[in-house]
């Protein structure tokens, strides 16, 4: 998913756990927002820009060349992770392209084209977790055990397998709670064994109340842009 925004005046915004990781342009610079566990407070600067590429859950680490547990709760910059001649090459591709999204795009598509191709079975992984698929039956069905299964996804998506379910869950419930759904049915929808669960789950997870969290996200969602 591709997604740009530009902040008018200093803001602070709550960017929550997903799962994923963003391949990010802010103010002419390439970065990589990691997996995040927690919610975190992101200061951004009145005027700046940031174009995003939003890889789905356990994708982007083949694209990047780094264990995505290595990026958890992190944000660099590219050189960190790139030779020198790669980070030049990246960032001529968003140079010479029309607008920094089509660049990203560039250079997605010119890593994607000379790396390995992710492991499919990651991301049916993250599928039967999103769906409610206990760890233990998803490890059963992949025929790894537990242990592989776990090594797997610290490699893939940052955490363990029942971290990515638990974010996965969050994410699934605050998407229903956004669109009015009663939090109660919110919750059951998303496989919470009641409302109160999910309460705990958004304080563990986001360090606010749901309702404190909703009202401070408004209708703009931060990205995970730090």
């Given amino acids: 998913m591709v997604w740009t925004r530009t902040v008018r005046s200093a803001v602070e915004a709550p960017v929550l756990p997903d799962g994923c ?7 002419g ?5 990691g997996p995040d566990t927690r919610a975190r407070e992101v200061t951004l600067a009145g005027g700046t820009r940031i174009a995003g590429i939003r890889f789905a859950p356990g994708t982007a680490p083949a694209l990047l060349g780094v264990p995505a547990h290595e990026l958890r709760d992190a ?28 660049g990203l795009e560039a ?29 233990a ?34 994410q699934h419930g605050l998407a229903l709670a956004r669109a009015d759904v009663p939090f109660a049915e919110a919750a059951a929808r998303a496989g919470y064994a009641d409302q109160s669960h999910f309460a705990r789950e958004v ?15 408004g209708t703009d969602q931060a990205s995970n842009a730090a």
């Avoid at 610079?29 to 927002?33: G, K, M, Q, S, T």
């Avoid at 790139?82 to 990246?90: D, H, K, L, T």
């Avoid at 390995?116 to 999103?130: K, N, Q, Y």
């Fill in 21 to 27: 990781m963003d391949l990010l342009w802010m103010d």
């Fill in 29 to 33: 610079e390439l970065r990589v927002a």
């Fill in 75 to 102: 944000g660099i910059e590219i050189d960190a992770l790139w030779s020198p001649a790669e980070v030049r090459r990246a960032g001529e591709l968003v140079g010479e392209s029309a607008n920094p999204v089509a």
């Fill in 107 to 135: 250079v997605a598509a010119a890593r994607a084209a000379v790396a390995e191709p992710a492991d499919p079975v990651v991301r049916w992984i993250a599928t039967e977790l999103a769906a409610g698929r206990s760890v």
């Fill in 137 to 170: 039956e998803t490890a059963a069905a992949t025929g790894f055990g537990a242990r592989r299964l776990h090594r797997l996804s610290l490699a893939s998506f940052g955490y363990g397998p029942k971290t990515l379910a638990r974010v996965l869950r969050l």
């Fill in 203 to 217: 304080r563990d997870l986001t360090g606010m109340p749901l309702r404190r969290l909703l009202t401070a996200q």
